[in-house]
């Protein structure tokens, strides 16, 4: 159904959404399992019932984008924060990005690149990655694709939601290197793959880093996240946001994380053993093909189809991520690492259903 008041790039696109089931399990949205801790929680309320909540922020957020460039290792001038790593990324879009114009996002990849895109009124073009080739960065049909229509933008995840493809530093640059466009690099996972990509971002002035606070650092009900670009960049997309970006719950939050390095670093740790145990134990499930993963997520495909996994686990009290609609990914699901307990409730009701 349309609306006559919503321009045709809206009318165009389908919403992004979620399924509302309600489980006891839930590994659909890559977040962290282990929580924020209660420790941490009890010194921000100490912290926010300090401040004026009566006032505005400061308007510049001096103090967290010092401490977000500090910990980035980057000048001041070169961070920007906002609500979460999505709103940054939309604003980057609406400040490069309009109608008439290209921008090139691989595929399968998080569904919001295209979709914003789209609403800013540009023509998407998404070279496809193959389950065959563990979802490499089809670099040569980017760059020319990027070439061929002046793109204004190219959209890289890494490691990729939802494959949990990284990519190497090397082919990012040869991206970069061969395109005029600015090269939107979504770091949200990185956290589970110890790659560091700030260099890049002092290399070359068409690339900018999106990171978050949601995923290893425990904080998606917060909405923090933030980029990292050249401070001439930076200052248009500044133009964008709208006064007051972060609340103070907000900021004080992510202040208290960042002081506490080493509580994260634990969890991140757990993550990636979890998420490795889970992948071996997959592999060795009859009619699943799980992928490599560098995040906290493992995408496989299901030979029995997606419908039957996803509603057997989901009668089972846990709910995953169908991803079978997502482009070359039929009877795929996309599953979460979480806890421990969680982790082998998965696997327990898998073998139900697969080993005969
Ligand atoms: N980027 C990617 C690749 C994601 O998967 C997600 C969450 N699904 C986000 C960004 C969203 O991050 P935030 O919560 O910071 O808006």
Redesign the pocket.
């Known amino acids: 159904m349309s609306n006559r008041f919503a321009k045709p790039e809206v009318q165009a696109v389908g919403a992004y959404h979620l399924r509302p089931h309600v489980t006891p399990i839930r590994l659909h949205?890559?977040e962290n399992a282990a929580g924020f801790p209660d420790d941490l929680k009890a010194e921000v309320w100490r912290r926010v019932s300090q401040r004026d909540w009566a006032r505005y922020p400061d308007f510049y957020l001096r103090e967290i984008t010092q401490r977000l460039a500090d910990h980035a290792g980057v000048p001041y001038e070169w961070v920007m924060v906002g609500n979460?790593?999505?709103?940054i990324?939309q604003m980057t879009l609406l400040t490069t990005v309009g109608r008439g114009d290209h921008v090139v996002v691989p595929l399968p990849?998080?569904t919001?690149y295209k979709l914003q895109a789209t609403v800013m009124g540009a023509t998407v073009h998404t070279p496809l990655m193959q389950p065959t080739t563990n979802f490499a960065l089809p670099i040569d049909e980017m760059v020319w694709l990027a070439r061929e229509y002046r793109a204004k933008a190219v959209v890289i995840?890494t490691p990729n939601?939802p494959t949990g493809t990284a990519y190497s530093e090397a082919e990012i640059r040869q991206v970069v290197e061969n395109v005029d466009g600015l090269v939107m690099v979504?770091e949200?996972?990185r956290e589970f793959h110890d790659q560091d990509l700030i260099h890049l971002a002092r290399e070359y002035d068409n690339v900018i880093l999106?990171r978050?606070?949601?995923?290893a650092l425990a904080m998606?009900g917060v909405?923090?996240?933030y980029c990292v670009a050249r401070p001439e960049l930076v200052q248009e997309i500044m133009k964008v946001r709208l006064p007051y970006a972060l609340n103070i719950l907000s900021e004080t939050t992510t202040l208290v994380a960042l002081d506490h390095p080493d509580y994260f670093r634990e969890t991140i740790q757990t993550a990636c053993c979890e998420r490795d145990r889970l992948l071996a134990a997959l592999v060795a499930l009859p009619g699943v093909h799980p992928y490599p993963s560098a995040a906290n997520f493992i995408l496989a495909h299901f030979e029995v189809g997606s419908p039957t996994v996803f509603q057997h686990l989901l009668a089972d009290g846990i709910l995953i991520r169908d991803v079978s609609s997502y482009p070359g990914l039929k009877d795929h699901l996309r599953i979460s690492v979480g806890l421990p307990p969680e982790n082998d409730a998965v696997l327990a009701s898998l073998t139900r259903l697969l080993v005969k």
Do not use: I, Q, W
């Open positions: 949205m890559n979460g790593s999505n709103e990324l990849t998080f919001l995840c939601n979504d949200a996972y999106f978050t606070f949601s995923k998606a909405r923090v996240g």
